[in-house]
């Protein structure tokens, strides 16, 4: 039996799967958590899938996990929240470029081009 029954304070914790998570694609059971921790399952489409089951992780679930003593969570939190780095390419940007009201598009040279009343911040 337990002698220290306050020692032993379990917390639950979900963690929601973003499309940038490093676990997206994976087997549940892959992911190696921190001492005294342990999954419970994934919650998806609000159906529970078990640990036993080892089901594949997609953006959207919610991880469930337990850590066993209190102090674990922070380190818990950590490792189920990490995402791959994102780098911002001017060439793969996936923003729109949108004219604004005081620009127009040229197809012709495909370019912006500002009218002729705006100004320029640097010479030319």
């Known amino acids: 039996m337990l002698t220290n029954k306050k020692a032993l304070e379990p917390s639950l914790f979900g963690v929601l ?10 087997c549940l ?3 190696q958590l921190p001492e005294k921790c342990t999954f419970l ?3 998806r489409d609000s159906k529970v899938i078990s640990v036993s089951d080892n089901p ?9 996990a337990i850590a ?3 102090m674990m969570v922070p380190a818990l939190k950590v490792t189920l929240k990490k ?4 780098y911002y390419s001017l060439n793969n940007c996936l923003l729109e470029a ?5 620009q127009f598009f040229n197809s012709d040279d495909a370019e912006f081009i500002l009218p002729k009343e705006s100004s320029s911040v640097y010479p030319d």
């Open 17 to 26: 799967i973003q499309a940038n998570s490093i676990y997206c694609g994976i």
């Open 29 to 31: 059971t892959e992911i």
């Open 41 to 43: 399952g994934i919650l």
């Open 56 to 64: 594949i992780i997609y953006a959207g679930d919610y991880i469930l």
């Open 68 to 70: 066993i003593h209190p």
């Open 83 to 86: 995402i791959h780095s994102l």
């Open 98 to 102: 949108r004219p604004t009201d005081k």
